[in-house]
């Protein structure tokens, strides 16, 4: 008897970092997850994707957006953003805070198709713009209603974010990172810290980080950085690594430098996470776009496929409680796809540090699935039969 589903992906070159896989292979879709397929199995289903010549991947986890559409300025729409991009989940950092909260949940994270996880900000406020910073005095923290609001949403929050720059934190110092880390011993959960531009030496900040605590804009070049004198990564950066920290490069369109990624990646220091930090004015726009093109920057960089798909699947996955669920093609998982082509094609891609930086590795979208559903499709892309 034939194994069935509703939708075969066929000949395509399968990308499964979770599983180690990279190669061509068959997918197969029953209902909203994945099935096996055997060796030399017959299959049947519904509907064919014929996906030779195509790289088939695991929906993207886009791990660093702003997408509180309607409570911040800098919000967009998630669904028509990004499915079209091939990313299926995606994690807000700290638009919201324990004010706001609520009113994101039930008018965006909600009522979107695509997965959306958040991070919670100790700023009561969260990110409602950015021509003030939010205030991040530990005085107006509320452990209980962070507690209140983690009960509330169990599955949807998955830590709290502070953001540490300079420019938010004034005279405070490190006080808000300390405070918002106390705060994660008692929830039980993980920080993120937005790492650019922060006061005093990166080695300081590091060391207040716990395991599982995400460094964001790991490649910031205002500051204190992670590379140092000698071009080489600080030990400090390495050993934090060594115990347990994250780090997510969160590129946006100012919080990475090229110097510092080519030094840190020279160094082999490659990022454990890669996240565009999305927002309305960097959507679709020529320094950040989204997230295959950042993906198709480090490819111009020298990672691997494996290297770069792992960092917006399996990686991003675990930290939001979903591993073996999202980013894999493991049987059972939710059946989310992203299909690309991977072409050789100059871009160019500035930033606002002013500095410019020429790929020639270019990951165009080709088709997007969440849970079993087709959300987008080149206009070019046809599937056998159609
Ligand atoms: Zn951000």
Redesign the pocket.
């Known amino acids: 008897m034939a194994n069935t589903g509703n939708l075969l992906i066929r000949g395509g070159t399968v990308i499964d970092p979770a599983r180690n896989i990279h190669g061509q292979q068959d997918v197969l879709i029953r209902g909203n997850s994945f099935v096996d397929i055997m060796p030399g199995e017959d299959v049947e289903a519904e509907e064919i994707v014929e996906a030779t010549g195509s790289l088939v991947m695991p929906g993207l986890i886009d791990n660093?957006t702003?997408c509180f559409y309607g409570g911040t300025e800098l919000g967009f729409v998630p669904d028509p953003s990004l499915l079209p991009m091939g990313v299926t989940t995606a994690v807000d950092?700290?638009s919201s805070g324990i004010a706001s909260c609520d009113s994101f949940m039930q008018t965006v994270v909600n009522h979107s198709q695509m997965r959306i996880f958040c991070t919670i900000n100790v700023s009561p406020t969260g990110i409602i713009t950015e021509r003030y910073p939010e205030n991040l005095d530990p005085r107006n923290y509320s452990l209980e209603r962070l507690h209140e609001l983690f009960q509330r949403y169990p599955e949807r929050l998955v830590g709290l974010k502070v953001r540490q720059g300079r420019e938010m934190v004034g005279e405070l110092g490190l006080s808000p990172l300390k405070a918002a880390v106390q705060l994660g011993n008692e929830l039980g959960c993980r920080v993120t810290v937005?790492a650019a531009d922060a006061p005093g030496d990166v080695a300081d900040l590091v060391s207040i980080l716990r395991v599982g605590d995400v460094l964001?804009h790991c490649y910031h070049g205002k500051g204190s950085t992670i590379i140092d004198r000698n071009g080489k990564v600080r030990s400090e950066v390495r050993a934090a690594r060594a115990n347990g920290v994250i780090f997510d490069s969160?590129d946006?369109r100012i919080h990475h430098s090229y110097p510092v990624i080519k030094a840190a990646l020279a160094d082999g220091f490659f990022p454990d996470v890669i996240s565009t930090?999305l927002t309305r004015a960097s959507l679709f726009g020529t320094m950040v776009f989204g997230l295959p093109a950042v993906m198709s920057k480090y490819l111009s960089l020298g990672l691997s496929l494996p290297q770069v798909v792992k960092a917006c699947t399996a990686t991003p996955a675990g930290l939001i409680g979903m591993a073996g669920k999202l980013g894999t093609f493991a049987a059972g998982a939710f059946a989310d796809v992203a299909i690309f082509h991977l072409t050789e094609k100059a871009f160019l891609f500035k930033n606002r540090l002013g500095e410019a930086f020429r790929g020639s590795k270019l990951l165009i979208p080709q088709m997007t699935i969440l849970n079993g559903k087709i959300m987008f499709r080149q206009i070019d892309f046809f599937e056998a039969g159609a």
């Open positions: 660093h702003h950092q700290g937005h964001c969160a946006a930090d």
